[in-house]
Each structure stands twice: as C-alpha cells, then as structure tokens.
C-alpha cells in the first residue's frame, strides 16, 4: 500500500470512528429525552398522512427509526402486518406500552445500518425524518443499501428527511466554517444541533435534491418521486419514493 493509499484508510477510517461516536452520541441522547420526545409527537404529519395510501392492504411493512410508532397511529383501521425498529430503547419502549393491543405489531431495538432481518422480509419499507441524522455519506448509502435488502423485488421504500438548508441554512455555513479552519470533524453539510430540555447534541446532515438522488442511485434504486413538502409550520421535508429492482 503506498503512502497516500494509508493516509485516505487512516482519515476514512477515524471518520468512521467519529461516525459511530455521533450514532452512539444520538441513540443516548433519544433514550434520555424519550418520554418528552413523545409526548410533543403523539401524532404523525398531517401533510404525510397520503403514505398511508400507499402502503396495501396485508403488507408486511417495517418501519425504520419508528421512534415511539406513531405512524402506527395513521395506519388505524389497516389491516397490515407492521415491524417498528429504533435504536432508542427508550423510545421503543414507549411504543410497546402505546400499542400493546395491536395484533400483528412488532418493535424491536436494532441497528438501521445492519437491520436484524432476512433479506426479501417486507413488502414495503418507510422511514420518516431518519435519513438527515445518519453521519457521513457512506452510512447514509449502507442505510438505503439495508432497506433495500429487506424489501422484496419491485418493493416500495418511502423515505422522508428534514431540509435543514430550509430551516437552518445559518447553522450549517457555521459549521462550514468551522471545517475549513480545521475546528470539526464534522462533513461539509454537516451540524451538531441542541435537542431537547437537556441539551443533547443531535447530528443532522443538510440533504439536497441532488445528494438523495445521487444515494439512492448508488444503493441500486430507482426514485420514483421526489419533492419538497411544506409543513404548517413552514418547515420543508424531502420525499422520497423509491424501488428495488425485479429480477
């Protein structure tokens, strides 16, 4: 291996090591925030509730960062097979207490970047508000890359992510900033935000039209849709819509 050859592993390397602290960082900061994260997002977006159209009648259907399952909540009256997975073991506890009467419903605490299933285990895979808090672009892949793996071929996976450029343009040439002078380990497009009473640090990456293509191109999948979708509260979500691929 040459000299420049060791010094690109070396620095891929210990961002991969920074990478994990972030995700290890968040998951800690979700499990201590879990009761009031909840009890401020009982109910899913109003301007998302057309997913539930979406999804068919008896699919089997895994929901990625499922939080405390609240769009378990949209799916009322849906006859569907559902698996919610999370990290946060506070949140997912929330959710077991929150629907403990639902037949056919599943939460597990697992690992998004190596999901604890089979491959060709669903029918449908959707993620909301996941994508943006995955640190560095190679994780963000390897997470598109899993729900394509579960899904069976020519299977639905909606992914929605925050547009931070919208909402937090300021923080974000902060942090810009702070790469070039060598004062963050963080990527350009990168932000450390406060969340929550406590202050915990939450990682969120400024997705663009552009890059959500460019990902899910490089994890095998074909986009179906994508747009801006406004929140009443003025804030901006991407949607997107994607495919696996049929044999």
């Known amino acids: 291996m040459s000299w420049k050859s060791m010094y690109y592993s070396h620095i891929l390397l210990m961002r991969k090591e920074y990478a994990n602290e972030l995700l290890e960082a968040s998951r800690a900061g979700y499990d201590t925030i879990a009761p009031e994260f909840s009890r401020t997002r009982g109910t899913f977006w109003s ?9 068919p009648e008896g699919s089997r259907l895994l929901d990625i960062g499922c939080g405390n399952g609240r769009f378990l909540g949209a799916l ?31 939460f597990v605490v697992g690992d998004a970047l190596a999901l604890p299933f089979p491959d060709r285990s669903f029918d449908n895979v959707v993620s909301f508000a996941v994508l943006h808090h995955i640190p560095s672009r190679a994780y963000r892949v390897q997470f598109l890359r899993e729900a394509a793996r579960v899904v069976k071929p020519g299977g639905l996976i ?3 992510a925050w547009n931070v450029w919208h909402s937090r343009p300021g923080i974000v040439l902060e942090f810009a900033f702070k790469k070039i002078l060598g004062r963050t ?13 406590e202050k ?18 490089e994890a ?8 801006k979708i406004r929140r009443p509260s003025g804030e ?6 994607l495919r696996t691929q049929k044999p």
């Not at 095998?220 to 747009?227: A, I």
């Open 47 to 55: 301007e998302l509730l057309f997913v539930r159209d979406l999804i």
């Open 236 to 241: 901006e979500n991407f949607f997107v819509m």
């Open 200 to 217: 915990n640090a939450r990682y969120v990456h400024a997705l663009t039209m552009h890059e959500l293509r460019s990902l899910a191109n």
């Open 76 to 106: 009322e009256g849906k006859a569907l097979n559902y698996t919610g997975i999370d990290f946060s073991e506070g949140l997912i506890g929330v959710a077991r207490e929150c629907y403990r009467e639902r037949a056919q419903t599943t």
């Open 158 to 160: 909606v992914v929605t």
């Open 220 to 227: 095998g999948l074909k986009t179906e849709r994508l747009e």
């Open 185 to 197: 380990h963080t990527d350009f497009g990168d932000a450390i935000l406060d969340f929550g009473k």
